[in-house]
């Protein structure tokens, strides 16, 4: 199925379930968010915080309704692919001016924005390093989300399925994280690895057995997490955020005075 119409369908469920998915995406939406602001609390010293701020990708407006709650300073905006995406983010969140796009060239101009956001993006595109290039280029620093897909419990077929339903057509690494970003002209400057909070494993539990089961799930990825990351990206999928800048410009050589 085409990108645009694949995601038109996503956002047109029946109502009751399209009402589920909302709060499923509200939910996703709290820790993205704190993503966000530890990553962009670590600008160098005495650099201001970002003024405008895009989400490219922002779906139903979940990330950009918390974002606007949490920082009334933020100037937000929004570009999403499905029409229908774009009118519920803008009835979501009516502060932030919400534009649709055409899946290649942003509408904006060059450093039009202090920070971009992908959260959740670079794995439903066909093109990543493409839309990456295009974040840097409208945006000083670009803040990139991403489910770290390369592990042992991502390769098995039923969870290869879900990724497939969900739209993922990249599997990411840290790695290849890295690599897109030093083909995009940028760099990691801080990142976070998250292996998802307790609601996230058992928001979809029907009864007490699947709930006990999501509890023991989310303690023992967080115990794994803890003891060790890296074992823990290998063994199974944690959400991954870094904030991507341009390398410092190279210092003037200097020459010596006769």
């Known amino acids: 199925m085409e990108l645009r119409a694949f ?20 939910l996703g939406a709290v820790a993205k968010a704190d993503h966000v602001l530890e990553l962009s ?8 915080p970002p003024a405008r701020v895009l989400d490219i990708g922002c779906g139903d407006g979940a990330l950009l309704a918390e974002l ?5 300073d933020w100037r937000l905006a929004g570009i999403e692919l499905a029409e229908r995406a774009a009118r519920l983010a803008a009835a979501r969140c009516p502060k932030a001016e919400i534009r649709a796009y055409d899946g290649e060239t942003l509408p904006y101009g060059e450093r039009e924005f202090d920070l971009a956001i992908l959260s959740h993006v670079l794995e439903h595109v066909p093109d990543p390093l493409g839309l990456l290039r295009e974040a840097a280029r409208v945006a000083r620093k670009v ?10 419990s991502a390769r098995r077929m039923a969870k290869r399925g879900i990724a497939r339903e969900v739209g993922h057509i990249q599997r990411l690494s840290r790695r290849s994280v890295a690599a897109l970003a030093a083909a995009a002209g940028l760099r990691v400057v801080a990142e976070i690895s998250d292996p998802l909070r307790r609601p996230v494993h058992t928001f979809f539990a029907a009864g007490g057995r699947a709930r006990a089961k999501g ?16 074992a823990a990206e290998r063994l ?22 006769a």
Not at 7 to 26: D, K, T
Not at 236 to 257: G, W
């Open 236 to 257: 199974f999928t944690v959400h991954y955020a870094c904030r991507l800048e341009p390398p410092p410009a190279p210092a003037l050589a200097r020459t010596n005075s």
């Open 41 to 48: 609390a670590g600008f160098p010293a005495g650099a201001q």
């Open 215 to 230: 509890n023991v799930k989310w303690l023992l990825r967080r115990g794994v997490h803890t003891l060790s990351a890296g």
């Open 7 to 26: 995601y038109e369908q996503g956002y047109s469920a029946p109502v009751e379930e399209g009402v589920i998915y909302a709060r499923w995406r509200a």
């Open 143 to 152: 803040i990139v989300e991403v489910p770290l897909e390369a592990n042992v």
């Open 68 to 72: 606007a709650e949490r920082r009334t």
